[in-house]
């Protein structure tokens, strides 16, 4: 299984998150506003990148998770110990 990494830039209220080393990627927005990263090798998807994170999902944390876990191949809980905590 690939590793989660989080990195959340709070001055431009974006978080990346990404599995495992970096590859070549093509990105794809989804309804959500959300950048979906995928292998140009075998279309895998291999991050995310979410825009206005704090200001779209401080509080709906678990809801993220929900619609984020399946494409990473990894459980809800997985992905929110990796979402940021924004007070």
Do not use: C
Request: negative net charge; charged residues 25%; without cysteine.
């Amino acid at each position: 299984m690939n590793d989660l990494i989080a990195s959340y830039d709070e001055f431009a209220d974006v978080l990346y998150l990404s599995l495992g080393s970096p590859v070549k990627a093509i990105a794809h927005t989804d309804i959500d506003n959300l950048l979906w990263r995928e292998s140009v090798f075998d279309h895998s998807t291999v991050g995310v990148t979410i825009l206005d994170y704090a200001e779209d999902w401080r509080e709906r944390r678990d809801n993220l998770a929900y619609r984020l876990a399946p494409r990473l191949h990894l459980s809800e809980q997985q992905v929110l110990e990796h979402l940021p905590v924004i007070r």
